[in-house]
Nanobody, 112 residues
Framework: QVQLVESGGGLVQPGGSLRLSCAAS????????MRWYRQAPGKERELVAV????????NYADSVKGRFTISRDNAKNTVYLRLNRLKPGGRAVYYC?????WGQGTQVDVSS
């Protein structure tokens, strides 16, 4: 059974940072690219970042380039998303995706 479980969301002040984690199980994690998406209220889900199976290549949405970092630890079957310099007023649910599966999401609220 494939499972993706996100964690690490919460309330953070503008300009602050968070690290999201996504623990994978049920498939050979090291063989698959992984993605982080986010969905703000009333908006479509958007792709935020992608990392190749070996972690050697990454790509980002223009809106987060230079502020977010995707990484992975294949020994721990986990993919991460470091969010830096978070913008005020931002609220979104962040989802990880891989092997045609989705996690349940973790919410991030940026507010003072």
């Amino acid at each position: 059974q494939v499972q993706l479980v996100e964690s690490g969301g919460g309330l953070v002040q503008p300009g602050g940072s968070l690290r999201l984690s996504c623990a994978a199980s049920g498939f050979t994690f090291s063989h698959y690219a992984m993605r982080w998406y986010r969905q703000a209220p009333g908006k479509e889900r958007e792709l935020v970042a992608v990392i190749t199976s070996d972690g050697g290549s990454t790509n980002y949405a223009d809106s987060v380039k230079g502020r977010f970092t995707i990484s992975r630890d294949n020994a721990k079957n986990t993919v991460y998303l470091r969010l830096n310099r978070l913008k005020p007023g931002g609220r979104a649910v962040y989802y990880c995706s891989g092997y045609n599966s989705w996690g349940q999401g973790t919410q991030v609220d940026v507010s003072s």
